[in-house]
């Protein structure tokens, strides 16, 4: 388990900002919000977490793989970076344009949002770590991305009737796509120029993920310190390397692990993710989300549920669980979220433990209100009974398992 301490007020605010891996975008807290008064505890966690942030687009994912690429760092280093995650939706844009996968909704052509966690991998290892504070200075300390929104609608705006990527011939020029993105993204002078310099006119090059130097601001994957963990010989060890080293085939890659369908395989699903959070890791959890399920404290519930509501994919970092231990003949107890529990009861928690519910940081911010307060401070519960469902997806009526897959630390 991880701990907590809490005492403060809170006023809500939260936004559905949701994407279906490679697939959709998010709403946003335009199209929904929730607010309420009340009292919240705020987590103080061993997962090495960096500050919540609250996305403005559909771009969960890119959000969800920069905490947990700052969380490694922070283990190994206990310093606070900002990964850009508008630097890895602007080059997701620019493939998307120029590889001919714009979508058209009601006759308007759109660049799609959504995408996934290898995605923003991908991105990272062909053209580096750009912190925020280099990207869009304006933005350095900003938890909300403005520019992301306003560049979201200037880019749809250049792919329609009249603007500079109107027709199939146009999206086929990368300086052309480029250019464009450049001003839709309102990019200095000296970035503009930085960027062209390292990748050309053309944004066809890249960088090599194997070097450790830095090309100006941007920084190979294989300089970025990171500790992780590896499940060996029964148990978790920590280990450290580059962020070279936990992506695609690195030594210590992470891996995507799918959710059962049989009550054995979720059990022992739970007990890899009970393994890897006691060890501090931030695994990751792809997840189905109805608004209808979320009570007012935010926490995600069958029992919530009497009607399908509003609903997308989301992609977000773990902190902490709550369990019930039945250990053979002793009186069943609960190692409950918020509350550090031994390296003891850790084990007897993924030995014997049936889960009750996950805490995830998400990137919906941490509230409206100037206070800068909200609900755990920007981390929500998701019970099992909500996660295993069914719920009914309203884009076909199927029924559909709200959790879809995490994604662990190597041997998990």
């Not at 390397?241 to 085939?249: C, E, H, P, Q, S």
Request: charged fraction near 20%; include cysteine; hydrophobic fraction near 40%.
């Amino acid at each position: 388990m991880v701990l907590g301490s809490w005492r403060r007020g809170w006023r809500l605010g939260l936004m559905l900002a949701l994407a279906v891996p490679a697939v959709s975008g998010c709403a946003t807290d335009e199209e929904m919000a929730i607010d309420e008064s009340g009292e919240f505890v705020e987590p103080v966690t061993d997962v090495n977490h960096t500050a919540v942030r609250n996305q403005s687009i559909g771009n969960c994912w890119a959000y969800a793989a920069t905490g947990w690429a700052e969380s490694l760092h922070r283990a190994r280093t206990g310093q606070e970076i900002n990964i850009s995650e508008s630097w890895i939706t602007f080059w997701d844009w620019y493939g998307k344009i120029a590889g001919g996968r714009v979508t058209t909704t009601a006759g308007r052509a759109e660049v799609p949002t959504g995408g996934w966690w290898d995605g923003a991998m991908t991105i990272l290892r062909a053209r580096g770590v750009v912190y925020e504070s280099e990207f869009i200075p304006e933005e350095a300390e900003a938890a909300r991305s403005t520019r992301q929104s306003d560049a979201l609608r200037a880019i749809n705006t250049a792919l329609n009737e009249g603007g500079a990527l109107a027709t199939a011939e146009a999206r086929r020029d990368p300086a052309l796509v480029l250019s464009t993105l450049f001003d839709a993204w309102q990019l200095s002078p000296a970035v503009r120029a930085e960027v062209t310099r390292v990748f050309t006119a053309r944004g066809t090059a890249t960088l090599p993920a194997s070097r450790t130097t830095a090309d100006g601001f941007f920084r190979p994957i294989a300089s970025i310190p990171v500790r992780t963990s590896a499940y060996r010989n029964g148990r978790g060890q920590q280990v450290d390397g580059t962020l070279a080293d936990v992506i695609g085939y690195g030594r210590f890659a992470w891996r995507s692990a799918s959710y059962g369908t049989t009550a054995s395989a979720r059990t022992s699903f739970h007990q890899r993710v009970i393994r890897a959070l006691n060890d501090n890791q931030p695994v990751l959890v792809s997840w189905l989300v109805d608004f209808n399920a979320m009570s007012s404290a935010g926490i995600f519930r069958m029992s919530n549920l009497t009607m399908a509501g509003r609903q997308g994919g989301h992609l977000t970092p773990m902190e902490d669980y709550q369990v019930v231990v039945r250990q053979p003949g002793q009186p069943e107890r609960t190692l409950r979220a918020g509350e550090l529990a031994s390296e003891a009861d850790q084990d007897l928690a993924a030995r014997y433990g049936t889960l009750e519910f996950i805490r995830i940081k998400n990137s919906w911010g941490t509230a409206r209100d100037p206070s800068g307060t909200g609900f755990f401070g920007g981390y929500n519960d998701l019970y099992v009974d909500y996660l295993n469902g069914p719920i009914t997806w309203t884009a076909d009526m199927a029924p559909r398992t709200p959790l879809s897959s995490v994604i662990l630390p190597p041997g998990y």
